[in-house]
């Protein structure tokens, strides 16, 4: 047993199980790119990392700088893409620690190349077309000759060419058409003499829905994170969910009927209750929109949050619990014996995406990683731990 008030269980064995049925729907030449932005989507990026490293991923994906000079102080040698743009005084950071960068404009490379050049760098580049998310990309109707422009200016490697897709659990006519475009565009620059090692489309959604969208490389997110992206594709792929959030009862109590809980004094108690405070609120992540309406499991069953739920507290109904104690655990998602409460049944409560519940998950919560069935490594605010 573990000494937390509340943590994070992280299945290794699953992050695995998850990343080969990834690879059992690809072709064997298409290359894997995980993304791990967001500290692996709560995660912990170090240690999902490593892993990819042993399951012989080959790039990873993050989002800033910080998170990809993150990986590298911790000696994680694979090719790294920052997805998202950087800024130009950034770029003599991310050559000193090798990594790639994502180019929207031929105002970025030609800044790249500049200081590429006058710190005798390589600025590894993948250029990213926008075919239709409308957020960063350089515009589809120009882009065969601002990406051409670009593969003469020196000190540039371009490694990459990629878009993304706003929609492709949802819109197949529109997700095929931005294939289409994407692929013409390849076309009319391997016709100017302008070839990639690398050409990628493909989100989590995308592995699923569109076969002719993986290319060369795919980039998966969530489902090696063992979640769907859209409620439309549950059953398509075997993947488990990797993390559980757990905590334990640190008081119980017998409120008299009438007693008001919590902030605002939203819940008042209909009748005597059995009250239990888990240490667990919306300073760890956990939505104060659970307020009144979510629900945890102990003991293998559902129990209703009451009250509003705190920055540091939740309280639970525990009436109908024979002697329920302090230390108990309470399950705010994952599974109890054969209760499940799911990362997507809290995104419904709380009208979000999967991706924030798991996403927004604080640091203050301990990462325990297990793997066959025992802790192999913690992650806490004092740093990380490996032997017990």
């Known amino acids: 047993m573990n000494r937390f008030p509340a943590w994070v269980e992280i299945d290794l064995d699953a992050a695995k199980h998850n990343i080969d049925c990834i690879r059992k729907v690809i072709p064997p030449h298409v290359s894997m790119l995980l993304v791990v932005k967001a500290d692996a989507y709560g995660h912990g990026s170090v240690r999902i990392s490593k892993l990819a490293v042993e399951c012989g991923v080959d790039m990873l994906g993050v989002a800033t700088l910080d998170e990809g000079r993150e990986l590298r102080k911790a000696g994680i040698t694979l090719p790294i893409l920052i997805l998202s743009p950087v800024l130009p005084q950034e770029l003599e950071s991310v050559f000193q620690n090798d990594l790639a960068v994502a ?5 970025f490379a030609e ?14 580049l993948h250029v ?11 515009a589809q109707d120009r882009s065969v000759e601002t990406i051409t422009r670009i593969s003469r200016l020196p000190g540039i490697q371009l490694e990459g060419l990629f878009t993304h897709f706003p929609a492709s659990d949802s819109e197949v006519d529109f997700s095929k058409e ?13 016709a100017a003499g302008v070839t990639f ?11 699923l829905n569109f076969p002719s969208s993986h290319l060369n490389l795919i980039r998966p997110g969530l489902l090696v994170y063992g979640h769907m992206p859209s409620i439309v594709l549950k059953d398509r792929i075997d993947v488990v969910s990797v993390m559980s959030f757990k905590a334990r009862l640190v008081l119980v109590r017998e409120m008299p009927a009438g007693a008001s809980i919590s902030y605002g004094r939203t819940y008042i108690a209909p009748r005597p209750i059995k009250m239990g405070v888990v240490p667990v609120g919306y300073g760890h992540g956990l939505s104060h929109r659970l307020s009144n309406k979510g629900q945890f499991l102990f003991r293998g069953k559902r129990a209703n949050i009451i009250g509003r739920v705190t920055m540091d507290m939740t309280m639970l109904d525990l009436s109908g ?16 014996g054969e209760a499940q409460i799911s990362a997507d049944e809290i995104a419904r409560w709380d009208e979000t995406l999967n991706y924030e519940v798991l996403c927004r998950i604080s640091k203050r919560v301990p990462r325990i990683y297990i ?16 032997s017990f």
């Open 197 to 207: 090692r690398y050409l990628h489309c493909a989100n989590s959604a995308a592995i």
């Open 111 to 124: 800044k790249a190349s500049e200081i590429a050049i006058s710190t005798g760098a390589l600025c590894t």
């Open 178 to 190: 931005q294939i289409r475009v994407f692929g013409e565009i390849v076309e009319g620059l391997k």
């Open 103 to 107: 180019a929207s404009s031929y105002e």
């Open 321 to 336: 619990f024979e002697d329920a104690s302090v230390g108990e655990e309470i399950v705010i998602f994952g599974r109890q």
């Open 371 to 386: 793997r066959s069935g025992r802790i192999e490594s913690m992650k806490t605010l004092l740093g990380v731990r490996e």
């Open 128 to 138: 990213e077309i926008d075919t239709g998310m409308g957020r960063t990309g350089i």
